[in-house]
């Protein structure tokens, strides 16, 4: 069964500055989608930026962007020029491509300091 | 609608009480799923709803747990003589058939509290 692990619980950052939150998972597939979500106060979860695993090039989005390492089944987020907004719990989570369930993490709650 | 609609968004029962739990998920999104997140803890999923196929049904934890879908719209989710245990934020989310490959959208949840 996969498995997705968040070693963080707790990471802090310096307004303006770049924080990375990490991600391992397990699996013996070879074909999977990785996702990053943000939960916020509100509860909702939001999308952050995905990743399908057959791609070598690391997804990017405005301020987000992930390091994929698939051989290290690892699957971190960097957050550059970190804002106040950007405070809320992140969870990562796996997809496999024959399966719809998300597998999560445990989360990392982000803690921005002005 | 323009997102997925979740009632109520907080709910304060007593054990042994019945509750329904309900998700209006966005229009034209065929795909519907339930999860249970207790406190400080990720997502544990319930059920899943495709269309007017049978519901994958293998995440809920016990016969005290039931939802349902009419067609592609509405859900219920309905915890029968609820435990302290029950108490978690019950997310909604919904994506296009097969389009959870680009994740779904959720909903802002229902805190349940059971006292």
């Known amino acids: 069964a996969q498995t997705v692990t968040q070693s963080q619980p707790e990471m802090s950052v310096q307004e303006a500055e770049t924080v990375t939150l990490s991600c391992t998972y397990d699996t013996s597939e070879s074909d999977y989608y990785l996702f990053w979500y943000k939960q916020p106060p509100s509860r909702q979860m939001i999308l952050v930026i995905r990743q399908e695993a057959y791609k070598q090039q690391n997804a990017t989005e405005n301020r987000f962007s992930v390091n994929f390492q698939k051989a290290a089944k690892s699957f971190s987020l960097k957050i550059s020029d970190s804002q106040l907004g950007d405070a809320a719990m992140y969870f990562c989570?796996?997809?496999?491509?024959?399966?719809?369930?998300?597998?999560w993490g445990a989360g990392t709650k982000l803690i921005i300091k002005p | 609608g323009a997102g997925v609609s979740q009632s109520p968004s907080n709910k304060v029962t007593e054990k042994g009480k019945d509750v329904e739990l309900r998700c209006d998920p966005i229009?034209?999104?065929?795909?519907l799923y339930w999860y249970r997140q207790r406190l400080g803890q990720g997502l544990e999923f319930l059920i899943y709803?495709?269309?007017?196929?049978?519901?994958?049904k293998s995440g809920l934890p016990s016969d005290r747990f039931s939802a349902e879908r009419t067609g592609e719209s509405v859900s219920t989710l309905t915890i029968q003589r609820t435990q302290q245990e029950d108490s978690a934020v019950y997310l909604c989310?919904?994506?296009?058939?097969?389009?959870?490959?680009?994740?779904?959208?959720f909903g802002s949840g229902t805190r349940l509290t059971v006292v």
């Open positions: 709803f495709q269309g007017n196929s049978a519901p994958d």
């Open positions: 989570a796996y997809r496999s491509t024959s399966n719809y369930q998300l597998i």
């Open positions: 229009s034209g999104h065929t795909a």
């Open positions: 989310a919904s994506s296009l058939a097969h389009g959870g490959n680009y994740g779904y959208t």
